[in-house]
């Protein structure tokens, strides 16, 4: 049987291929890196995922269990959305692109 890690937030990266070719692939890694490096952060899960259909306001990232979507990420945005998420505060208002219903 499977031992289960704590998880808290999923943050996922957009790899289609748009956001890939906007560096969401090393936005992705860099988020790991800097969840890797900080205890605040060991129960936030980092993946990939496919594309969500929102191709011209990539590289997009999506939060939960909150739903939160965010557009237009770029290092400083990812730098700062762990920060917030670390810290437990309403993440990135200005890159939020859409809530999904129900999330939570
Ligand atoms: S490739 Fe990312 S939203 Fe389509």
Redesign the pocket.
């Known amino acids: 049987m499977n031992k289960k890690i704590p998880i808290d937030h999923h943050l996922l990266f ?1 790899t ?4 890939m070719g906007k560096g ?1 692939e090393d936005l992705k890694i860099l988020a790991q890196n800097i969840r890797d490096q900080t205890p605040g952060l060991s129960t936030l899960l980092v993946t990939k995922m496919g ?5 011209e306001s ?3 990232v999506a939060l939960y269990p909150e739903g939160f979507w965010f557009s237009d990420m770029n290092t400083s945005r990812t730098v700062k959305l762990l920060d917030q998420i670390r810290d437990h505060r309403p993440p990135l208002p200005e890159n939020l692109y859409f809530v999904l219903d129900n999330a939570e």
């Open positions: 957009c289609g291929n748009k956001c969401s594309c969500l259909k929102q191709c990539g590289p997009m």
